[in-house]
Each structure stands twice: as structure tokens, then as C-alpha cells.
């Protein structure tokens, strides 16, 4: 569980009931956003960065390598696909997607960065695309190419098909 300025919490659920409280380990920065991947939890740890949790032992969790970019950032969420992480970031002016290569997680390296100029307070991944939602819209970035006005258009045509609320149909 991400705690914010408590860092993260392993509890268990075996009983919903009654959850138990196994471990807590704070990596530093504010835990907004949290991926468990086999024996590791990545955090989005707002102004740290991203941090790695050793999960193997849950009762007895522990930090990992940090990736704490050149600047101060917002990394607010976090999600993980193969040897990759995809952490949005909310920092004003250098906002976008960050692509970290966690191959080997207690080293993680820049991958590379896709600017965008939203904040996002989620992120989700479905084949090449991260998608981010941004108020009531949904931007669509291609994780390989970057993003493109023609995957922005493709969102927005799927998301502005409410055209039917009024008559006569919205524009």
C-alpha cells in the first residue's frame, strides 16, 4: 500500500476482515503511486523519484535503488511492462511520460521521455500505448514512437463519441 510521506506498507489480506499489518519501509519522497512485479514494488515517489521495494520478504520489506531524475519531480504513478517502468510526472513545465529500463531494479536507468504538457494523476498500459487520463479527456502516447497527433485524434474520436447528449448533436 502507498502511504504518501509514510512510504509503502505490506499488509496482509488473507482475512479481508481483518487485515494485518506485515512490514512499512519509507524509500523517502511521497508514495502516490505503487506496481508490485514478482519480488519488487516500484513506487512513483512523487519529488524522489522512483524507488524500488524489495518484496520478497513481506514481512521484512526494504528499499531498492532510487531513480531521482536531474531536476526536482512529481512522479504520481507508476505501472510496469516487461523491463520497463511508465511513470507519469506532474512536474509544471517538464511534465510527460518517463520510460525507466528496470532490468536490473536495484540500478535502474533512463530509458528515455516522452514531454507532454499535462499532469496525470493515472497511467495504464494496453499493448504500445500508455494511456493517462487529463480531466475528462485521455491522452495516448505510443511507447515506442512517442506521441503523435494521429493517437491523440484516435483518442479524442473515441472519447468525444457523446455527440448524441443534445440535440443538436454536440461539435
Keep these: ?14 482475512n479481508p476482515n481483518s487485515p494485518a499489518l506485515l512490514s512499512t519501509t519509507n524509500p523517502g519522497g511521497t508514495s502516490k503511486g505503487i506496481f508490485a512485479s514478482g519480488n519488487y514494488a516500484f513506487v512513483a515517489a512523487g519529488s524522489l523519484g522512483r524507488a524500488v521495494i524489495d518484496i520478497s520478504n ?3 520489506i526494504t528499499p531498492k535503488g532510487p531513480y531521482t531524475p536531474a531536476y526536482t519531480p512529481d512522479f504520481t ?9 511508465y511513470i507519469s ?9 518517463y520510460i525507466i529500463n ?7 536507468a533512463f530509458a528515455r521521455k516522452y514531454p507532454t504538457p499535462y499532469t496525470y ?3 495504464q498500459l494496453d499493448s504500445n500505448y500508455a494511456f493517462m487520463p487529463i480531466g475528462l479527456g485521455l491522452v495516448s502516447v505510443d ?14 474520436t473515441n ?7 443534445s440535440f443538436p448533436p454536440d461539435k
Design 102 to 108: 528496470i532490468s536490473n531494479p536495484s540500478v535502474p
Design 143 to 156: 511507447i515506442f514512437d512517442g506521441p503523435k497527433l494521429s493517437n491523440l485524434k484516435k483518442s479524442a
Design 58 to 60: 513481506p514481512n521484512s
Design 77 to 85: 504513478n507508476i505501472t510496469v511492462q516487461g523491463n520497463e517502468a
Design 89 to 97: 510526472d506532474s512536474t509544471t513545465g517538464n511534465s510527460g511520460l
Design 1 to 14: 500500500i502507498a502511504r504518501l510521506a509514510d512510504g509503502i506498507s505490506a499488509v496482509a489480506v488473507g
Design 159 to 165: 472519447f468525444v463519441d457523446y455527440s448524441g447528449w
Design 121 to 123: 494523476p493515472d497511467i
